[in-house]
């Protein structure tokens, strides 16, 4: 057990490493005015378990080599950029109201609302500028149709992720019953979480592979279980631990998984999910070790 929980570690932290490197040139190389730039490096660069990017590069490693690398880590770079942007305005008044992020001041807490707005936006901006980039590309051509797939189902899961804030927020103080609650969350968390691993997927498998519908449904099980996790951790762990407001889904009366369905049910409920993701995975064989270790990890979370 400990074994394991060390590989995953290992696993996690190098992926935080190169994305933590890989994030600060790709900010270094926009020019932007301040109190902007300050608010843009307060909410990517301190903290975040960096599980997108670490899903994307897990899942290059299903191909030894990956002749595309150079896409992937642009990948990596432009999903975190849009989870930061989302976390960003997650937390403004006029949405989840909340002072603490990933340990530290909300980006509005630090630089004000109009400054967190404007630094949410560019970021989404931002995202698809590295996508479209040469960086880490400069010698090998950049593979046009690999770029726009990505920019796809980067726009798709962002504008999904969008849809599912909106009907997040209706459902606060209703009742709303299991397929409405997936069909949120799905969008809300669920659709980015897939994004990372599609968006390195095509840089490997062509449309017709049978990898990719199998990924799809990876992707799918461990979104949704990564939001029914993240439920379970409001209510089960510490606001010091999170990093983030804990009992802030009951505080609002949020719609969640063991609201509905009680704590010990979703507990279960995760661990299904989860037995899909692996379901799915068993296709790939070892090579899909890294992405296993990923899913273990998340499983068995604290923050
Ligand atoms: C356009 C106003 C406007 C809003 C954009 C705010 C928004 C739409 C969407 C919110 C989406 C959102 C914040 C979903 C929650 C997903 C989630 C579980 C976030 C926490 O992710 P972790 O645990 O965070 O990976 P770290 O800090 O580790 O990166």
Redesign the pocket.
């Known amino acids: 057990m400990t074994a394991i929980s060390n590989v995953n570690a290992d696993v996690l932290k190098q992926a935080q490493q190169r994305i933590q490197q890989d994030l600060q040139t790709a900010l270094e190389a926009f020019s932007l005015p301040e109190p902007l730039k300050s608010a843009v490096h307060h909410a990517v660069m301190l903290?975040?378990?960096?599980?997108?990017p670490a899903l994307c590069y897990a899942t290059s490693q299903l191909q030894e080599n990956n002749p595309n690398f150079a896409a992937v880590r642009r990948a990596a770079i432009a999903i975190?950029l849009i989870?930061?942007?989302?976390?960003a305005?997650?937390d403004?008044p006029?949405?989840?109201n909340d002072l603490l992020?990933?340990g530290q001041p909300t980006c509005h807490a630090a630089f004000g609302e109009d400054t967190a707005?404007l630094a949410?936006d560019i970021l989404q901006s931002m995202a698809f500028e590295v996508l479209g980039s040469r960086l880490f590309d400069q010698i090998q051509a950049v593979d046009a149709e690999i770029v726009l797939k990505q920019m796809q189902i980067l726009a798709t899961a962002s504008s999904k992720?969008?849809c599912?804030?909106v009907l997040?927020l209706q459902a606060e103080g209703k009742h709303v019953d299991q397929a409405q609650l997936e069909n949120i969350h799905r969008n809300?968390?669920g659709a980015?979480i897939q994004a990372a691993i599609m968006m390195a997927a095509v840089t490997i498998f062509k449309g017709t592979d049978q990898a990719i519908p199998q990924l799809r449904q990876f992707g799918q099980s461990i979104g949704l279980a990564?939001?029914v996790q993240?439920d379970i951790l409001d209510i089960i762990s510490d606001t010091e631990s999170l990093?983030?407001t804990a009992g802030k889904d009951e505080q609002v009366d949020k719609s969640t998984y063991p609201a509905l369905m009680g704590l010990e049910q979703a507990k279960i409920y995760a661990q299904s999910l989860h037995n899909q993701a692996f379901e799915a995975l068993s296709y790939f064989g070892e090579n899909a070790l890294e992405l296993n270790q990923i899913s273990q990890f998340l499983l068995s979370r604290k923050?």
């Open positions: 903290g975040g378990k960096r599980v997108r975190e989870h930061c942007y989302s976390l305005h997650d403004l006029c949405m989840d992020r990933r707005l949410g992720m969008v599912g804030q997040d809300k968390t980015l990564f939001q993240d990093g983030k923050s």
